[in-house]
Nanobody
Framework: VQLQASGGGLVQAGGSLRLSCAAS????????MGWFRQAPGKERDFVAA????????YYADSVKGRFTISRDSAKNTVYLQMNSLKPEDTAVYYC??????????????????WGQGTQVTVSS
């Protein structure tokens, strides 16, 4: 499975961006797709996750109410709509996937496949 993240860029605080993550094959019928981010000098942190079939969604507290994760199963693509962006949202954003569900959806190690990352920069 290959994951291709796109949609990053430079935006002013308060603005919006939509990230996309295209998967090369729909091989997971009940897995999770997630978004993580890594700011300079910091660890890679969980942002959001969504199940392929159940459409369950999970969010980090820091993005609840501002970010929305969604998926288009026909296109094997997951989206992250980011609104009301803040300078602290600046990071490289990675998409990831795994087979099957897990209660550890927020852990890096729970995901088997990773995209290459896309830079999001929010200016103040």
């Amino acid at each position: 499975v290959q994951l291709q993240a796109s949609g990053g860029g430079l935006v002013q605080a308060g603005g919006s961006l939509r990230l996309s993550c295209a998967a090369s094959a729909r091989t997971f019928s009940d897995g999770l797709m997630g978004w993580f981010r890594q700011a300079p000098g910091k660890e890679r942190d969980f942002v959001a996750a969504i199940g392929w079939s159940a459409a369950s969604t999970y969010y980090a507290d820091s993005v609840k109410g501002r970010f929305t994760i969604s998926r288009d199963s026909a296109k094997n693509t997951v989206y992250l709509q980011m609104n009301s962006l803040k300078p602290e949202d600046t990071a490289v954003y990675y998409c990831a996937s795994r087979t099957g569900n897990t209660i550890y959806y927020y852990e890096n190690w729970a995901y088997s496949y990773w995209g290459q990352g896309t830079q999001v920069t929010v200016s103040s």
